[in-house]
Every structure is written in C-alpha cells, then in structure tokens.
C-alpha cells in the first residue's frame, strides 16, 4: 500500500470580504480535490491544538506523528538540518542572517539587499575558530545561513543578536535563564532540580560569550572581505554582519521508520520542511526546479514524487507557493497556486492507493499571517468510510465524517488504513 501525503502551506483560509466572503480554496477550480472528496473522508484538524497557532516546523512535526511539545526546542535546528548540515542529537543550532551594519553598528539592512551569492562569505567565516565548541557555518537561500555550535557544556537557552527591526544595533547574546537577581526560579522553570537548573544557566552563559566572540570575528572577516567591498562599489549594501536568532537543540526523533514500519519520503524545497523530515529519518529529495515560491516547478516535483513509490511506502509532498501568497495577501496568487497543485493529482490516481490532502496551518490572506483556525483534510483511499462531501474546502471538511482532528493523529490513521497499525491490547 502506497500513500501520498499532499502538504499545501498555508493554503486554508478565513472567508475574505474580496470573494464575496468565501476562502480562496472554495473560490479555485478544484475538480480533482473535489474527486478526492467524493470518494474519501473529509474532516478539519487542529495541527497543534485548538485555537494555537502553528509555525510550519511544529505543524509539521505533528503531521509526522510527533508530539511538538515534547520535540520541538527552536527552528535552527530544521533550518539547519534542512541546509543539509549532518546533525547529531544535542547540537546547538541557530538561523543567521547576512545583514547590513553602518560604521556606528546600526543595522541598515536585516537582509543585506537580500544578497544571493554568499559562497566565499560562508568560506570565510567557517574559518573562524574559537576555543569552547566547533562551529559549523553554511548560506542556504539568498540572505539566509545557519550556525551550528557542536561541544560539551552548550545550550540553546540564550537570546537573539537580531533586533529583528532596522535603525537598531545588534543586540547582545544573554543567557535566558538568568533572573534579575541571579535567584533560583520556582517550579516549573527547575524542573529536574536545582543543580540542574545551576548547570544549565552555566551552559547558556558559555554559549551567550561564545556567539558573542563568533559575532565579532564574523564582522571583523565580512567588512573586509572581497565580496563586500565589490558590493560597496557597486552601491549596494555589503553583508558585513550576521544576526543570529531562532536558537535550539537538535532533538532526538525516533526515526520514522522505528515509529511505524514504514518508509517515507519527502518531496520539498522549503528548508524548514525538509529539515524535519531529514530529522525524522525520511528520505528528502532536491527537487531542480522547485523553488519554494509561487513559480515553482510543480510538474518536477510531481516526477520526484511518483519516483520516490519504488522504495517507499509514504511520500509527503510539500508546496510552499499557497503560504508565500497568503502572507503577500496575493488573493489571485493563491488561488492559482492551489489550482495548480490540483492539477498534477491526476497523475498519481493510477500509482498510489491513498491520497491526503490537507495544509500544515491556516495563513490568512486579510491577517497576512499563520491563525489557529482548523484547516480541511481529506484521505481517499481503499477501506475509507466515505462520506457526503463533494467539494474539498475548509466548510464543506468540516461537515466530514474524520469530524475534528488534531495533527498528530493524521498519521496513525493514514497507517491504519494501510493496515500497518498495531493493535493495543490483546
Ligand atoms: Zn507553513
């Protein structure tokens, strides 16, 4: 039994006064949604939990059967992992990105005039070395880069350089876990005790000076280096200084092989994305073509997918477009977006058994962010309890007979219906 596990980011919507109070998903031509519908169980799901709103790391840990609150420390890690940085449990991992400082230290520019061409950047800094841990430096997409700390006595319990606002200075890295009067808290933050709680607030004290040194150098390496210099020349904003934000620790997934005999693959080219599904032990494929956005070679992804049915039992095939337009507030993007990911289903109706349509949270187009609102999801397949849905939308889902599920039980139903589950009890 094949499954196909279609992720749409973002693409659940509230209705929008625009299209006369409908949701960008009830307004698109859809027939092979709708197909999917008529033959399948309809439902909406709570990624995360009621009325909490999901980041696309934590909604996906939970489609991939994970507990968020028990996995999830931070994005770094993903973002890293999904940079294609080889992780080991207990990494500390950040996001870094390439910014713009002026000579008094006031960042200009969060994103260095979104630079694309960072390599010798990258090779520069991976030079730097400091005593206390290893740190291993890669660019991923445009202004973006992640850091890795890799050492004894590190924790991810420390703030952010970003100021996350231009016309600021970089701010400096603290351990979180100090209170004012350096006092012990109360429960529940000492949780696993005192002494715990003392090592701890050492570990993130080590790692606060570390990436404050790590960001000096940096910046000391950028504002003279080649690259930059060029670009000044050129009059555009040098990348000379490295903001650090979205700190965690690599967690210890079980593999998703060991949590439900099967083996899945990841078809995505969103990093985060394909970070969680390299942490969880999937396959993840680089898809040429795919480049996260609206424009995204969707047919090239299809291919990688029906590819990827030879050696796997589940392929999760991810569409960042639907989450890039809805945070433009691009109505006619959107809907367009979800349209084409519509038409390339027909090519898998022959090769897999199950099909599953859902998005990983809602992004609404007015709000230009992700909300908590439950978003549709639809599973066709042999042995399905059809019922009286014709349309795939987030109204028409919630009449369905899945009624209201929470994300991390998407999975274990999926796998039941491929009869894979296990039995509790005798
Ligand atoms: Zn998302």
């Keep these: 039994m094949k499954t196909l596990l279609i992720i749409c980011d973002g693409m659940a919507d509230r209705p929008i006064p625009a299209l006369g109070y409908k949701t960008p998903l009830e307004i698109a031509d859809t027939p092979n949604m709708d197909w999917l519908a008529k033959r399948g169980i309809s439902g909406i799901m709570d990624t995360i939990a009621p009325g909490t709103t999901p980041g696309s790391d934590t909604a996906h840990l939970a489609l991939l059967g994970y507990d968020p609150y028990q996995t999830y420390t931070g994005r770094g890690p993903f973002e890293a992992a999904g940079a294609g940085i080889d992780l080991k449990p207990g990494d500390i991992a950040f996001r870094v990105n390439y910014a713009t400082v002026d000579k008094n230290l006031v960042v200009t520019d969060r994103r260095a005039g979104r630079i694309q061409e960072t390599k010798a950047l990258a090779e520069a800094i991976q030079n730097i070395k400091l005593k206390g841990a290893e740190f291993i430096f890669r660019s991923t997409v445009g202004h973006r880069a992640t850091l890795v700390l890799r050492g004894k006595g590190l924790s991810h319990e420390v703030s952010d350089s970003d100021p996350h606002e231009e016309g600021k200075k970089p701010l400096k890295v603290v351990p979180l876990l100090q209170s004012e009067e350096g006092a012990v808290p109360a429960y529940p933050i000492i949780a696993g005790g005192v002494r715990k709680y003392v090592m701890r607030r050492r570990w993130a004290a080590k790692t606060a000076k570390l990436l404050n040194e790590f960001s000096q150098r940096a910046y000391e390496v950028l504002k003279k280096h080649p690259v930059n210099i060029e670009r000044a020349k050129n009059g555009l904003p040098p990348a000379n200084y490295l903001l650090i934000r979205g700190g965690g620790v690599v967690p210890h997934l079980v593999p998703f092989y060991q949590r439900f005999r099967i083996k899945g693959a990841c078809v995505a080219a969103a990093a985060l994305v394909k ?20 424009n995204t070679d969707l047919n090239a992804k299809a291919k990688a997918a029906l590819q990827q049915l030879q050696d796997h039992d589940l392929v999760l095939l991810h569409v960042k477009g639907s989450d890039e337009a809805s945070h433009d507030g691009n109505i006619k993007a959107k809907i367009e977006i979800i349209e084409r990911v519509d038409s390339i289903i027909n090519q898998f109706i022959d090769s897999f ?27 066709s397949g042999p042995g399905v309890r059809t019922d009286d849905v014709r349309t795939f939308s987030e109204r028409a889902a919630a009449k369905g007979g899945l009624g209201r599920i929470r994300g991390k039980y998407l999975l274990p139903i999926i796998i039941d219906l491929m009869g894979k589950s296990s039995k509790f009890g005798a």
């Design 353 to 379: 058994d199950f099909i599953a349509v859902t998005a990983d949270h809602t992004t609404s187009i007015s709000v230009k962010n992700h909300t908590a609102d439950p978003v549709p999801v639809v599973i």
């Design 275 to 294: 970070g969680v599904c390299k942490l969880a032990g999937m396959t993840v494929v680089d898809v040429p073509g795919a480049t996260g956005g609206v």
